[in-house]
């Protein structure tokens, strides 16, 4: 199969010709149709990720159709639609006893732990706990987008952060997460304050729901400007971004008794992150982390696509053959871009 491999940390990926994948006994293999180009994927080229071992697939937000299945899968068949949450649960482990997969014990994740999607085949674990099927109506680019960002996003809004009609959501960063966190907020009655450097990303906020906007770029201080927008703080914010000063400013941010979600990565390089905790502890902050979502708590994200009340297929802003893609990898380090690039690597 074709595959984007690279070879060391940092330099160029290059496309080129790869063993196919064979599935585990309790895994499936899917002929992707389509992925996402997320950070994440940038981050383990960078060498972020102490899983990844080189020659390495990048690749982790997917859809396809089933291809092959192990002897041991038994909801799964070949031909099958479907798309997979970026974590892949054990389904056996403590955590995922308690319904809690998206920080299983003995998680793996595409493209971090094994060989991932910017491949024609990618190889999944434990199907019959991880797979999700992809309504016929939805497109493969609509469903690539759900397993990473926007999934992560609605956990991190929804379940996590417990968004209520009526209140402030400040989103920091509107790459593909904090704009699926914009659409989702406003979707459910809350009022949105969008902050980024870029105009463009912010245009989009505007466009997915955002009723207040804020360049971080032109403001002295995001946290004062997002007060004065809100009359007193967010209720809830998320570091969509996962920088030192992103973190800083969402929880600054809030008013008393608010709730910080941190959903973007805050890289080991950048050192020990400095979080405002004086404040949390003045202001009887909530700090949480968000780490994707669960593939048995899809179904209500699922239902609110399919009645439009949710259009992920909007962020889907740039759609990029197999062969572009070492570029499009490259390029995240110094322009992340708004909206989601989805990848087809049969185009």
Same mark, same amino acid.
């Given at each position: 199969?074709?595959?984007?491999?690279?070879?060391?940390?940092?330099?160029?990926?290059?496309?080129?010709? @790869? =063993?196919?994948?064979? /599935?585990?006994?309790?895994?499936? #293999?899917?002929? !992707?149709? $389509?992925? *996402?180009? +997320?950070?994440?994927?940038?981050?383990?080229?960078?060498?972020?990720?102490?899983?990844?071992?080189?020659?390495?697939?990048?690749?982790?937000?997917?859809?396809?159709?089933?291809?092959?299945?192990?002897?041991? @899968? =038994?909801?799964?068949? /070949?031909?099958?639609?479907?798309? #997979?949450?970026? !974590?892949? $649960?054990? *389904?056996? +482990?403590?955590?995922?006893?308690?319904?809690?997969?998206?920080?299983?014990?003995?998680?793996?994740?595409?493209?971090?732990?094994?060989?991932?999607?910017?491949?024609?085949?990618?190889?999944?674990?434990?199907?019959?706990?991880?797979?999700?099927?992809?309504?016929?109506?939805?497109?493969?680019?609509?469903? $690539?987008?759900?397993? +990473?960002?926007?999934?992560?996003?609605?956990?991190?809004?929804?379940?996590?952060?417990?968004?209520?009609?009526?209140?402030?959501?400040?989103?920091?960063?509107?790459?593909?997460?904090?704009?699926?966190?914009?659409?989702?907020?406003?979707?459910?009655?809350?009022?949105?304050?969008?902050?980024?450097?870029?105009?463009?990303?912010?245009?989009?906020?505007?466009?997915?729901?955002?009723?207040?906007?804020?360049?971080?770029?032109?403001?002295?201080?995001?946290?004062?400007?997002?007060?004065?927008?809100?009359?007193?703080?967010?209720?809830?914010?998320?570091?969509?971004?996962?920088?030192?000063?992103?973190?800083?400013?969402?929880?600054?941010?809030?008013?008393?008794?608010?709730?910080?979600?941190?959903?973007?990565?805050?890289?080991?390089?950048?050192?020990?992150?400095?979080?405002?905790?004086?404040?949390?502890?003045?202001?009887?902050?909530?700090?949480?982390?968000?780490?994707?979502?669960?593939?048995?708590?899809?179904?209500?994200?699922?239902?609110?696509?399919?009645?439009?009340?949710?259009?992920?297929?909007?962020?889907?802003?740039?759609?990029?053959?197999?062969?572009?893609?070492?570029?499009?990898?490259?390029?995240?380090?110094?322009?992340?871009?708004?909206?989601?690039?989805?990848?087809?690597?049969?185009?």
């Amino acid at each position: 199969m074709r595959a984007v491999v690279f070879e060391r940390f940092g330099e160029p990926a290059e496309v080129r010709e @790869v =063993t196919d994948p064979e /599935p585990k006994e309790h895994g499936v #293999v899917v002929r !992707v149709e $389509a992925t *996402g180009l +997320c950070r994440s994927d940038w981050h383990g080229w960078q060498g972020h990720d102490a899983d990844i071992t080189p020659p390495h697939v990048p690749g982790h937000e997917l859809a396809g159709v089933v291809e092959s299945v192990g002897k041991r @899968v =038994t909801g799964w068949r /070949p031909g099958d639609r479907v798309t #997979v949450p970026f !974590v892949c $649960a054990c *389904g056996s +482990c403590a955590a995922c006893a308690a319904g809690d997969q998206q920080v299983c014990e003995r998680q793996t994740q595409p493209g971090f732990t094994h060989w991932g999607s910017f491949a024609q085949y990618v190889a999944l674990d434990h199907a019959d706990v991880n797979l999700v099927a992809v309504p016929e109506e939805m497109s493969f680019a609509t469903a $690539a987008s759900l397993g +990473c960002r926007f999934a992560t996003a609605f956990r991190a809004v929804v379940q996590q952060g417990r968004v209520a009609a009526g209140e402030w959501v400040a989103v920091h960063g509107c790459g593909g997460v904090g704009l699926s966190a914009v659409m989702i907020a406003a979707a459910s009655g809350a009022r949105v304050v969008a902050v980024d450097v870029s105009p463009r990303a912010l245009d989009l906020a505007r466009k997915f729901g955002a009723a207040q906007c804020v360049d971080a770029s032109s403001v002295p201080d995001t946290a004062a400007a997002i007060h004065d927008l809100t009359g007193g703080g967010a209720h809830l914010s998320l570091d969509a971004l996962g920088s030192p000063a992103t973190c800083a400013a969402s929880v600054n941010g809030l008013r008393r008794r608010g709730r910080h979600i941190q959903v973007g990565l805050l890289p080991s390089e950048s050192g020990t992150t400095p979080v405002p905790m004086a404040r949390a502890i003045a202001l009887e902050l909530e700090l949480l982390g968000s780490h994707g979502m669960a593939a048995h708590t899809y179904p209500p994200m699922l239902e609110l696509v399919r009645a439009g009340v949710l259009r992920p297929d909007l962020l889907v802003t740039s759609t990029i053959p197999l062969d572009a893609v070492p570029a499009a990898l490259t390029a995240l380090g110094t322009a992340p871009g708004a909206g989601v690039t989805v990848i087809e690597p049969w185009s």
